[in-house]
Each structure stands twice: as C-alpha cells, then as structure tokens.
C-alpha cells in the first residue's frame, strides 16, 4: 500500500461545475498538507498548503483536511478550462521531505 | 512569491556525455534544494536532498556517482548527470526551501538522450 493514493483519473467535468479532488494516506507523521497543480510539462505550482484539520479557502479553491479520517480534499468552483492541469496532493514530513500522490488528470470541457 | 528558475529547460544530448542543470532561486536565499525525476505521467520521484555547503542526501536506488549534486551557494545547486544515457532521459525538476516550510519549484528540465 502507498502510502498516498490519489485516483490518476482522468477526471472530466463541464466548465463551470465543482470539482473534488481527493487523497488519502496512512502514515500519521504527515504534518503538512498541500496541493500542486501541474501542467504539461512545467513545474508544479503550489496551489493550497494546511497543516491542521478544517477548511482554507482561497478565491476557487477550497483545501479540507481530516485527520482523523487520513483524507485530505481539493474543490475548486466555477470551474474553467484553464483548469484542466494534473493536481498533486503532496505531504510533508518533519524533515520537509514531501510525499506525494500519483497526482489526478483534471479535464474541464467547454 | 518565490521564483525558482532551471536552465536548460530542455537539452538534448549523445549517449555518454554528460548534461549540467542549475536550478536558481532568484528572490530568496535557498535553504534546502530538491531535486525530483518525473516519467511521464508519473508522479515526481525524490532524488536527493541538498544544503548549502554540505553533500548531497540521495535516495535509495539513486546512483550518486551517476548524479552529482553541488549546492555550492544559498541560491544555486546544479545537478551533473554524468555519461547519460537514454534510460536517464526525462524531466528533472528542482524545488527550493527558504526560511519557511513551503517548497518553490522550478519549470522543470527535461532531457533526452540520444
């Protein structure tokens, strides 16, 4: 078992739809918790970054994080096609080093 | 925010050469440099873990005398894959780590072999 799992996807929702981007993990040690969005071939570009249990919002973008659960999500609203990009979730342990899920291709279609 | 640069952002090369990659941070002073390996459609995959002025920590599985790693300032590390050859094509990716917890990346470099 991985210790992230994210679905790959693809996942494809019309423009303007809510989109919910999950991932799940096992090992408790994870401090913190982020979202990158990727494009084909860039660099990951930080998205969202918690560290507690709850919400934090950001214009579209909403991160939810349940420890208890071991379930991190990611909605984004008003969805547009600039948004189809594949979104990691990654997670930090104590020593920064990240671990991350396989990452979710996200189409949104016109 | 924090802005990391890579150069080259693509180079392509023969079979046994070696290929140098800088990876900047250009408006802060870099703590930690990471450097990841991404296989398309594939998540990144941690290569080594660099501080400034010291070795680089490498991965399990990551062959050091095949990718050698400087961080020789507080605002650049460069990564030398040496006598590359084709398996070793892919997207390299460098991040960068400031005073906080919250890693910067690079556009990314993506060699290929020939």
């Known amino acids: 078992q991985k210790e992230v799992e994210q679905d790959p996807g693809p996942l494809s929702v019309p423009e303007g739809a809510i989109v919910s981007l999950n991932c799940t993990y096992s090992?408790?040690?994870?401090?913190?918790f982020m979202w990158y969005r990727q494009y084909s071939r860039k660099g990951p570009e930080l998205l969202m970054y918690?560290?507690s249990s709850g919400n934090k919002e950001d214009g579209r973008f909403t991160a939810q994080v349940d420890k208890s659960s071991k379930y991190i999500s990611l909605f984004i609203r008003d969805s547009q096609p600039s948004d189809s990009a594949t979104y990691l979730c990654?997670?930090?342990?104590?020593?920064?080093?990240?671990?991350w899920g396989a990452g979710t291709k996200l189409i949104i279609k016109p | 925010g924090a802005v990391v640069s890579q150069h080259p952002s693509w180079v392509i090369c023969k079979s046994g050469t070696s290929v140098k990659i800088e990876c900047r941070s250009l408006?802060?002073?870099?703590?930690?440099m990471f450097w990841y390996r991404q296989f398309p459609k594939q998540s990144l995959m941690l290569m080594a873990t660099?501080?400034?002025?010291?070795?680089?920590?490498?991965e399990q599985g990551v062959e050091k005398d095949k990718f050698l790693i400087n961080h020789a300032s507080l605002t650049l590390s460069t990564l030398t894959v040496t006598s590359a050859h084709p398996e070793d094509s892919s997207f390299y990716i460098c991040?960068?780590?400031?005073?906080?917890?919250?890693?910067?990346f690079g556009p990314g470099t993506r060699l290929t072999v020939l």
């Open positions: 991040s960068a780590r400031g005073m906080g917890d919250e890693q910067f």
């Open positions: 408006d802060f002073q870099a703590t930690t």
């Open positions: 660099s501080n400034e002025g010291s070795k680089a920590t490498y």
């Open positions: 090992n408790s040690a994870f401090q913190y």
């Open positions: 918690t560290y």
């Open positions: 990654a997670m930090m342990l104590s020593n920064y080093q990240l671990i």
